[in-house]
């Protein structure tokens, strides 16, 4: 079989651009600080270019920790944007790349203007769809991956939720507002009853995954549970001193998304052609996945400059648990939990109203 390979570069070379604008949060949350979101951008176009004629010659898209944006590595390591940007006729198109420590911190980049394409667990989806949907329209351009999500611990008396004490600090990307969050909600409603919901929210720290997976590795961290993603939580779990206490998929009762992409109404009407561009793009990343997915543990590798060996990392890709698919499921288990507790004010009918309609028409959909 072809593989889809291209020439290795330099690591730095394939490190996301990174730059931090401290005026952007500013902007954009009120004058709070860029240490308190961990906020990483890097602004190189105007606010509201896409409302040239034209279409845009610069896409700035952004991604997170984990394996959950692999398919992201993928369109960034083969330049699948630009191709099928020249394939459609558009031209050169520039894609900026920037990596953010939550989807929440996202979503108020891409409110202001200050990105094209964000990118996270289907709950910070959820949310800015609500929040923009008499405005901005924010939807989902397609998923990117489902996969668990395990809630790992070193202390050695946690064996359910009802274990945790007071002592106990919960690590995960955004307190309340991360997918992760949701989960521990949805977890503590089942096992304290609906109104104790937020019951373990008060233990709960926000941490980037590689920071919580540091903090809750070293013995001398107050951090005593981490609930994370791949690769994360696989790693955690070759320590003998920690041990697994719930995975997503059993709040959820079976598979569901974990990752999304998404952008504004306003992106996809002024540029159709890119737009299409980004979703071809994304739907032939998870085709080179899940064709070859060593190879596509070798990106990982690469790319996240993971520790794993690239025979762990494809072991881990290979498990049955893991998907990589641009076709949502179970959406509206999480959009049911997040309306029934006042997260969200409007409940969609089905998961179509969360997406843009590109993605209604694919195959399993």
């Known amino acids: ?87 459609a006729g558009i031209g050169d198109v520039q894609v900026v790349w920037n990596r953010y420590p939550s989807g929440d911190a996202m979503s108020q980049a891409l409110r202001a203007g200050f990105l094209d394409i964000a990118s996270g667990g289907v709950v910070p989806l959820l949310r800015i769809w609500d929040r923009t949907r008499e405005g901005l329209g924010v939807k989902g351009i397609a998923t990117l991956s489902s996969m668990p999500l395990y809630l790992n611990t070193n202390n050695p008396k946690v064996k359910t939720l009802k274990d945790f004490a007071d002592a106990d600090r919960i690590a995960l990307p955004a307190v309340k507002e991360s997918i992760q969050a949701v989960v521990l909600q949805m977890a503590a409603a089942q096992a304290f009853g609906r109104e104790n919901y937020a019951l373990l929210d008060r233990l709960t720290v926000s941490m980037a995954h590689p920071d919580g997976f540091v903090a809750l590795m070293s013995d001398k961290a107050q951090i005593t549970a981490h609930l994370t993603s791949p690769p994360f939580q696989y790693e955690e779990l070759e320590n003998p001193n920690i041990h697994k206490v719930l995975s997503s998929y059993d709040v959820l009762n079976g598979p569901a998304t974990f990752t999304t992409v998404w952008t504004r109404s306003q992106f996809r009407d002024r540029n159709p052609r890119t737009f299409r561009a980004v979703y071809n793009a994304l739907r032939e990343a998870v085709d080179i996945i899940n064709k070859d997915k060593r190879y596509a543990a070798e990106i990982y590798v690469q790319q996240a400059d993971s520790s794993l060996s690239v025979d762990t990392m494809y072991q881990i890709i290979s498990k049955p648990e893991i998907d990589f698919s641009t076709v949502p499921l179970s959406v509206i288990e999480y959009a049911e939990f997040m309306h029934q507790i006042g997260a969200i004010g409007s409940l969609p009918e089905a998961w179509t109203e969360v997406f843009f309609p590109e993605i209604h028409r694919e195959r399993g959909s």
């Open 1 to 87: 079989m072809a593989r889809h390979r291209k020439a290795r570069t330099p690591q730095l070379a394939n490190k996301l651009i990174v730059t931090t604008s401290a005026w952007l949060l500013i902007f954009a949350t009120n004058c709070a600080s860029a240490a308190k979101f961990g906020l990483e951008i890097q602004p190189e176009r105007k606010t509201g270019a896409e409302l040239k004629k034209q279409e845009t010659n610069q896409v700035r898209i952004a991604q997170q920790f984990g394996l959950g944006y692999l398919p992201l590595m993928i369109v960034r390591q083969h330049s699948l944007i630009e191709k099928h940007a020249s394939a």
